[in-house]
Nanobody, 124 residues
Framework: QVQLAESGGGLVQAGGSLRLSCAAS????????MGWFRQAPGKEREFVAA????????SYADSVKGRFSIFRENAKNTLYLQMNSLNSEDTAVYHC?????????????????WGQGTQVTVSS
C-alpha cells in the first residue's frame, strides 16, 4: 500500500506557473507508475499527465501538452507537475494517483491509490 499527499497548489494569475508535488510513503515509490488528474466543480475527473515507473515514458492530455511537465524523483519518493502558462481552464483540484505496474494509464479507474488533492485556482 502507498499513501500520497499533494502540495503546491494555490492562487495564481493567468500566465503564471506552479509546481505541484506528490509525496509518497509506504511501498517503494519506484514500484508505481504515477498520474496526475484534475477535477473542476461540476465536471468529471480528467487525465492530466502520467509517467511510467522508471520515468522514461510520459503522456499528457492535449489541453496541457507543451505547458505542463510531469517528472519524478524516485530517490525522494516524490512526483511533480510543473505547470506553466496557466489559464482559467486549469482551475481544479489536482490529484496524484499510483498504480502498481510499470506503465502509466490515462484512465482514472486503472489507479489503485489516490491523494486528497490540492486546489489550483487561476485568476484571469
Amino acid at each position: 500500500q502507498v499513501q500520497l499527499a499533494e502540495s503546491g497548489g494555490g492562487l495564481v494569475q493567468a500566465g503564471g506557473s506552479l509546481r505541484l508535488s506528490c509525496a509518497a510513503s509506504g511501498r517503494p515509490f519506484s514500484m508505481y507508475a504515477m498520474g496526475w488528474f484534475r477535477q473542476a466543480p461540476g465536471k468529471e475527473r480528467e487525465f492530466v499527465a502520467a509517467i511510467s515507473r522508471s520515468g522514461g515514458s510520459t503522456s499528457y492530455a492535449d489541453s496541457v501538452k507543451g505547458r505542463f511537465s510531469i517528472f519524478r524523483e524516485n530517490a525522494k519518493n516524490t512526483l511533480y507537475l510543473q505547470m506553466n502558462s496557466l489559464n482559467s481552464e486549469d482551475t481544479a483540484v489536482y490529484h496524484c494517483a499510483a498504480r502498481f505496474v510499470a506503465l502509466a494509464s490515462t484512465v482514472p479507474g486503472n489507479y489503485d491509490y489516490w491523494g486528497q488533492g490540492t486546489q489550483v485556482t487561476v485568476s484571469s
